[in-house]
């Protein structure tokens, strides 16, 4: 197919999921000039990125290259999930805008620790923070963001990392839609978190611990296996430890 079609397919797809061109290139762990030149027919995607590509953008690798199947909406990832302790007490004692400049101050540092790891962001949830992480040891990187964002948020920060499928896919109103992701395991991500909020030291914990290479120097706290209430069968949570 010509290049342009290829490029237009590129561009409408991302903006039909709400992603901007550094996100799909954080998630390939590309130049945000790559993506640009793919959708100005300057040039064309590598073939060992269109499988990839293909399943960020929720297409098959045919639709992208001119023969349209249905859609691939789910891919594996890492969910990455945040709050913060006692933002809800903190929330009661000050002015809303007051409130809302605090969450920005440290979501801003959160969001940059992400990004330095080629983590895509998803949404902000008052003090809540969720965003994926997907290609090449991706659970590595999550966690990698995770333990910078520890070191930059000036909060009690809490994070739980979740590795498995995900649906990433536009969610609302034609008028209002905003990418989201869904899945079992963003809902046991969640349910870490609380987990990691009364059970770790750190306020850090992964699951399935398996598919998180832990960086040296860094140290594996108590483990546990949850039989949480809305899920099916039993999670390994391990606690990540910082020295």
């Excluded at 440290?106 to 969720?130: H, N, S, W």
């Excluded at 090449?136 to 920060?157: C, G, I, Q, W």
């Excluded at 609302?172 to 870490?192: C, Q, S, T, W």
Aim: aromatic share 6%.
């Amino acid at each position: 197919m010509r290049l342009q079609d290829l490029g237009n397919r590129i561009r409408s797809q991302r903006e039909k999921r709400g992603l901007k061109q550094i996100d799909i290139a954080h998630a390939l762990q590309i130049s945000p000039q790559a993506v640009s030149k793919w959708e100005r027919a300057e040039n064309g995607p590598d073939i060992t990125i269109l499988g990839p590509l293909a399943k960020l953008l929720g297409v098959s690798t045919d639709w992208l290259l001119g023969s349209h199947e249905e859609d691939l909406d789910v891919f594996e990832a890492s969910v990455l999930v945040t709050g913060v302790r006692g933002a809800y007490k903190k929330s009661l004692g000050m002015k809303p805008r007051d409130f809302a400049t605090w969450v920005n101050g440290f979501l801003f540092q959160l969001t940059e620790a992400v990004l330095r790891y080629d983590g895509v962001p998803i949404k902000y949830m008052g003090d809540g923070f969720l965003c994926i992480f997907s290609g090449t040891e991706h659970a590595s990187r999550a966690l990698r963001a995770a333990l910078l964002a520890k070191k930059m948020v000036n909060e009690d920060l809490m994070i739980a990392i979740s590795a498995g499928d995900i649906y990433l896919g536009s969610v609302g109103h034609p008028d209002y839609k905003r990418p989201d992701i869904m899945g079992e395991v963003v809902n046991i991500a969640f349910l870490a978190l609380g987990w990691a909020e009364t059970e770790c030291r750190d306020g850090i914990a992964v699951t399935p611990a398996p598919d998180v290479k832990v960086p040296d120097g860094i140290l594996i706290g108590k483990s546990e296996t949850v039989n949480f209430k809305s899920i099916s069968h039993p999670v390994v949570v391990q606690e990540i430890l910082i020295q």
